[in-house]
């Protein structure tokens, strides 16, 4: 079955840059695109962007965009998640998860999540 | 690109029917008949229920079940169960290769 691992919790103070990872098994990965996804505690989610591992191509959601990069290693078929400079209310938990080959359609696999908690 | 809108609680006894609504725009719901549901339990990450407003995946129960009038999709639970006690999610795609979703409904089974 398809299969995202994320990389693990981050404790990390504000100003501070930060990638998280995920990687996609059992499937192609350069076949399907792969969201992240948002989540602060006690809150509901939030699609932040895309990416197309196969070329790159991204999109991001208007709230993300310029604030967060997502990039992917198909060689080693893994996404990531990047903050250049960290900031307080970027603690959440975040997903990434997987859109079936025909792309447009919404996500089917997630990964369990990575949280992320900034404080000085 | 605003939220889609979903009641923030839904409750019900035991084997009755419920239904999570969920509100968008010309520009998501009304556009695509590309809306997914997803149940979220504590602690764990979503799971697909439906999509592409009516699909059941391999292995979801024939008790959740989805439909699109206008603007407006919905999911509905028959005979709902314990289990079904979690946080409910629709995602609607909004062109350009981007998706929102609503804010969430919580489901109390009494």
């Known amino acids: 079955e398809v299969q995202l691992v994320q990389s693990g919790a981050e404790v990390k103070k504000p100003g501070e840059s930060l990638r998280i990872s995920c990687t996609g098994s059992?499937?192609?990965?350069?076949?399907?695109?792969i969201s992240w996804v948002r989540q602060v505690p006690g809150k509901g989610l939030e699609w932040m962007g895309r990416i197309d591992p196969s070329d790159s191509y991204t999109t991001y959601s208007p709230s993300f965009q310029g604030h967060v990069t997502i990039s992917a290693d198909k060689s080693i078929s893994t996404a990531y998640l990047h903050w250049s400079s960290l900031k307080a209310s970027d603690t959440a938990f975040y997903f990434c998860?997987?859109?079936?080959?025909?792309?447009?359609?919404?996500?089917?696999?997630w990964g369990r999540g990575t949280l992320v908690t900034v404080s000085s | 690109q605003s939220a889609l809108t979903q009641p923030a609680s839904v409750s019900g006894s035991p084997g009755q029917s419920i239904t999570i609504s969920c509100t968008g725009t010309s520009s998501d719901v009304e556009n695509y008949d590309l809306v997914s549901w997803f149940q979220q339990h504590p602690g764990k990450a979503p799971k697909l229920l439906i999509s592409?407003?009516?699909k059941r995946p391999s292995g979801v129960s024939s008790r959740f079940s989805g439909s699109k009038s206008g603007d407006t999709a919905s999911l509905t639970i028959s005979g709902l169960q314990p289990e079904d006690e979690a946080d409910y999610y629709c995602c609607s795609y909004a062109g350009s290769s981007t998706w929102v979703f609503g804010g969430g409904t919580k489901v109390t089974v009494l």
């Open positions: 998860a997987r859109h079936p080959p025909k792309a447009v359609i919404g996500v089917d696999f």
């Open positions: 592409e407003v009516t």
């Open positions: 059992d499937y192609t990965f350069v076949n399907s695109w």
